[in-house]
């Protein structure tokens, strides 16, 4: 959920030093905005032209792209038909593909909203455990225009280990 807020000068100097204030080419005396994200602060302008608010929108995507996503290329590598996956990468259905269906009446048994999006696991007996990827870090919590983006381009099973390594390292 995106919320605004405006700031005004009067935030005390450790926060917005003036110094900051200027880099992001705000004057002192004018008023700037910022826009909280789940784990983000954007500081900007609270006036902006339409080339302003397309030249900000670029650097951002720049900032995506090269550095966030960049970063995660780097660490899980390339698909290249890697051992685990030998000449099919079994990631891919899941990654690309439309995910995993289930009934309605089950998704309402289990409280899974309905456009939740879903990821399996197996336990090893044979059965297999459907969860919300809501709840459960998996390739199918990643917002599908990044799935799209990475298309073949990154290795998914590296991916899927490090995103459950993490989850298992944090508690989740």
């Known amino acids: 959920m995106k919320e605004n807020h405006s700031y005004h000068r009067v935030l005390p100097e450790a926060i917005i030093s003036e110094n900051l204030m200027t880099k992001i080419g705000l004057a002192t005396d004018k008023e700037g905005e910022y ?3 789940d784990g ?14 397309i030249q900000l929108a670029a650097k951002l995507m720049d900032f995506v792209y090269d550095e966030l996503l960049g970063e995660i290329e780097e ?17 891919i259905e899941e990654a690309l593909g439309d995910g995993i269906e289930i009934s309605e009446c089950l ?27 809501k709840d459960v870090p998996c390739i199918q919590s ?25 989850a298992n390292k944090n508690g989740g």
């Open 40 to 53: 983000v602060m954007l500081l900007h302008k609270k006036e902006m032209t339409t080339l302003e608010k």
């Open 35 to 37: 826009t909280v994200l």
């Open 107 to 133: 998704r309402k048994s289990a409280g899974i909203p309905e456009d939740a999006p879903l990821c399996a696991d197996t336990k090893g007996d044979g059965s297999i455990i459907i969860r919300s990827a």
């Open 142 to 166: 990643i917002p599908r225009e990044i799935r799209d983006y990475w298309g073949n381009g990154i290795c998914w099973a590296a991916l899927d280990a490090l995103i459950k390594a993490e």
């Open 75 to 91: 660490l899980c590598g390339e698909c290249d038909a890697c051992e685990c996956c030998a000449d099919e990468c079994p990631y």
